[in-house]
């Protein structure tokens, strides 16, 4: 009743009862639940560049793509959001690249590039500087230590950020980054770094998780780039 006596710029709002009993109908909790939405865009809408990130998305939820490659629709982040799982994987993400593309020497380097991107960012997130930035130090010297490890058993020719692109039969373009890529007697080792849970071999075997295995076949395709400019070989 309220609705029906406001006014704007002098002039008085229409009552609208379709969301008054939209309101009441969610207070109730009444109604049945929605369908389940079927995007069918037309063709000359869809895109024909897709990257390995967005394909688990476009087989597990074709709206949510649909809402964000063809429909440009983004959720904005909450003001004082509290650092995200994004971005601690971006640091981390930052970091080993950094390590890397330095000759990725012994773990005091590691460290000292550690402390330099994460105090930095750490200035603004107290619950960042607090709760995350030990645990994101462990598991990088963890991370570092691998890495080391595995250049001893041979594994060399280490590349980080690598992009690639693979056109498809079908017109489709795959695009992705591979995180690292090392070599060892012909055999390719393709990372990709999680700082959250990775996914379990089940969802992998069911096609669930595939964005690994897409940055595999971007590597054994000779599609990835290394930093020379020169398309690294599969």
Same mark, same amino acid.
């Given at each position: 009743? $309220?609705?029906?006596? @406001?006014?704007?710029?002098?002039?008085?709002?229409?009552?609208?009862?379709?969301?008054?009993? %939209?309101? &009441?109908?969610?207070?109730?909790?009444?109604?049945?639940?929605?369908?389940?939405?079927?995007?069918?865009?037309?063709?000359? $809408?869809?895109?024909?560049?897709? /990257?390995?990130?967005? %394909?688990?998305?476009?087989?597990?939820?074709?709206?949510?793509?649909?809402? &964000?490659?063809?429909?440009?629709?983004?959720? @904005?982040?909450? %003001?004082?959001?509290?650092?995200?799982?994004?971005?601690?994987?971006?640091?981390?993400?930052?970091?080993?690249?950094?390590?890397?593309?330095?000759?990725?020497? *012994?773990?005091?380097?590691?460290?000292?590039?550690?402390?330099?991107?994460?105090?930095?960012?750490?200035?603004?997130?107290? @619950?960042?500087?607090?709760?995350?930035?030990?645990?994101?130090?462990?598991? @990088?010297?963890?991370?570092?230590?691998?890495?080391?490890?595995?250049?001893?058993?041979?594994?060399?020719?280490?590349?980080?950020?690598?992009?690639?692109?693979?056109?498809?039969?079908?017109?489709?373009?795959? /695009?992705?980054?591979?995180?690292?890529?090392?070599? &060892?007697?012909?055999?390719?080792?393709?990372?990709?770094? *999680?700082?959250?849970?990775?996914?379990?071999?089940?969802?992998?075997?069911?096609?669930?998780?595939?964005?690994?295995?897409?940055?595999?076949?971007?590597?054994? /395709?000779?599609?990835?780039?290394?930093?020379?400019?020169?398309?690294?070989?599969?």
């Amino acid at each position: 009743r $309220l609705l029906a006596h @406001l006014e704007r710029d002098g002039a008085t709002i229409a009552r609208r009862d379709d969301l008054l009993d %939209i309101a &009441r109908r969610i207070d109730a909790g009444a109604g049945a639940a929605a369908a389940v939405p079927l995007p069918n865009p037309p063709l000359k $809408l869809r895109p024909r560049r897709v /990257s390995i990130t967005e %394909i688990d998305t476009l087989i597990a939820d074709p709206f949510a793509f649909h809402a &964000r490659r063809i429909l440009g629709l983004v959720p @904005l982040d909450p %003001i004082d959001q509290d650092p995200t799982a994004a971005l601690r994987g971006t640091l981390v993400h930052d970091v080993l690249e950094r390590w890397i593309k330095a000759g990725h020497g *012994k773990l005091d380097q590691l460290e000292r590039i550690a402390t330099e991107v994460l105090e930095v960012e750490a200035r603004h997130f107290p @619950l960042l500087a607090a709760a995350w930035v030990p645990r994101m130090r462990a598991a @990088l010297r963890w991370a570092g230590q691998l890495i080391l490890d595995r250049e001893k058993d041979g594994w060399t020719q280490m590349l980080a950020e690598v992009k690639g692109e693979l056109p498809l039969p079908n017109g489709i373009t795959l /695009s992705g980054r591979v995180d690292r890529v090392d070599r &060892r007697d012909g055999e390719l080792l393709v990372v990709d770094y *999680k700082t959250g849970k990775p996914p379990t071999i089940a969802r992998v075997r069911a096609l669930e998780a595939n964005q690994l295995a897409l940055g595999l076949a971007l590597a054994t /395709s000779g599609a990835l780039i290394g930093a020379d400019g020169r398309p690294l070989p599969g």
